[in-house]
């Protein structure tokens, strides 16, 4: 273990822990989730805030529609990430994550089970669980399989309701025990993600900020990548 000096420790007692932690995990990254609703003309918008720096991952999040008409939007956006190298996340369904053959499916608590997920879906699909503010749902998830764990929400969001409210420390306490991937979740935008980056999110999952920008996407995610200047990589 590196040696650090008196006054270092001093000054912030987890600086050792930290400091391991941030040595043998890959920078932040961006997680870019699609706005709740969206037109024929949502591909050249995920294009451009594909232009504007590194994505790792994209999800489809869509309410209100059938998995028929989530699938025909999902068609020439799937085809984009793939062609960017960017890991494309179906919500919800693991039913639509594997007539799509997508890369990966979000559940929530309510979505189903990450075990039931994986016998459908594979070994080589990516699961992820939202666990809200709950160090125990987190550790649940990672016990069943999941690939990445997601709390939330940090900040006020008008994306979606939202009843929990996790501190910024949740995400150094999962990052410092669990090698599992964490992805901070909600209200988030390139002015407040600093304190999450810190506290040591590996992901940060961001859509209004970027879709509702007012110089458009490509200025969003170009924001968030002068938070974000690690090598990129694929979520998983």
Request: net charge negative; aromatic share 8%; with cysteine.
């Amino acid at each position: 273990m590196t040696d650090f000096t008196e006054e270092e420790l001093a000054l912030d007692p987890d600086f050792a822990t930290r400091f391991e932690r941030d040595v043998r995990r890959p920078p932040c990254q961006l997680y870019l989730i699609s706005p709740p609703v969206i037109d024929a003309a949502f591909t050249d918008s995920l294009a451009a805030a594909l232009d504007g720096g590194k994505v790792a991952a994209f999800q489809l999040r869509l309410k209100g529609m059938d998995d028929h008409a989530i699938a025909r939007a999902a068609e020439p956006l799937q085809r984009l990430c793939a062609d960017r190298d960017v890991a494309f996340i179906v919500n919800d369904s693991i039913v639509l994550a594997q007539s799509l053959g997508a890369d990966g499916v979000h559940l929530g608590q309510s979505d189903g089970d990450p075990r039931e997920a994986r016998h459908i879906l594979g070994p080589s699909t990516q699961i992820g669980i939202t666990c809200h503010d709950s160090r125990h749902l987190a550790m649940e998830a990672g016990e069943a399989g999941a690939d990445y764990v997601a709390f939330g929400a940090f900040y006020p969001t008008t994306t979606k309701e939202t009843l929990h409210r996790p501190e910024p420390s949740i995400l150094g306490w999962w990052t410092t025990l669990f090698e599992l991937p964490c992805v901070a979740i909600g209200g988030i935008t390139a002015a407040n993600a600093a304190p999450l980056i810190a506290a040591g999110a590996d992901f940060l999952a961001a859509s209004g900020a970027v879709w509702n920008h007012a110089e458009g996407p490509r200025a969003g995610v170009a924001a968030f990548s002068s938070l974000l200047p690690g090598k990129s990589r694929r979520i998983f």
